[in-house]
């Protein structure tokens, strides 16, 4: 898609391209959610642009950080990232508040990572730790001491360690409940899993990572 570029700074679009088509016809749509961000969707279908610059800016750093972890990789993080928007942006006319927004947009995001994984052959196997981890610079530390960043820094390397050991559905529904703001219901509903199993999946993961960051610290 060439007609915007979706960064963490904001949306640009080019100037030649920025008017966004109306649907041709008027669509009936039954609302089953009072979801602020779901009547944001609605106006962006009938072209309301403020309406979709608003849910991007709402939902940037979030995405930005549950893709960034799952896939350890900047570049494909970044990729993902715009490849999300791009489906948000397609399917804006089909779009039916049936659930959150977030739901929605978590969902897209849940399947763009496993379509990746799959054209990859596979999830991602490691973490170069010593790789700046971009996801932590949202939002910026609010003490700059130099001896505060030094620990911060350390413990940032501790838990991304920790989180690469986690089994990928554990990973998933942990970085889920972090960072999407959904219920477990609704993570079950996004990982296509019952409650109980996104439950169950969520306590071993914390568990998981509170043996292995105790380990490290010891």
Known sequence: MNAATFTMDGLTTPETTVRFARPSRTRTVEVVSDDED?????????????????????????????????????????DLFQEVW???????????????????LFTLAHNCFIDHCRR?????????????????????????????AL??????RRYRAALAT?????????LLHEESDLSLEEIARVTGVGAETAKSRLRYAVAKLKTALSVAEA
Do not use: C, W
């Open 120 to 148: 990859t052959k596979a999830r991602p196997a490691g973490l170069r730790v010593e790789d700046a981890d971009d996801a932590d610079l949202l939002p910026a530390p609010e003490d700059t001491q130099p001896d505060a």
């Open 166 to 174: 986690l089994p990928a559905e554990q990973r998933d529904v942990y």
């Open 151 to 156: 620990s911060k820094d350390e413990s940032s």
């Open 38 to 78: 779901a009547q944001l969707m609605l106006a962006y279908a009938r072209g309301e642009m403020r309406a979709f610059e608003t849910l991007y800016a709402r939902h940037r750093g979030a995405l930005y950080r549950y893709l960034t972890r799952q896939a350890r990789d900047g570049e494909i993080a970044n």
């Open 86 to 104: 791009s489906r948000v942006i397609v399917n804006r006319a089909r779009y039916e508040p049936r659930a959150k927004f977030r739901t929605f």
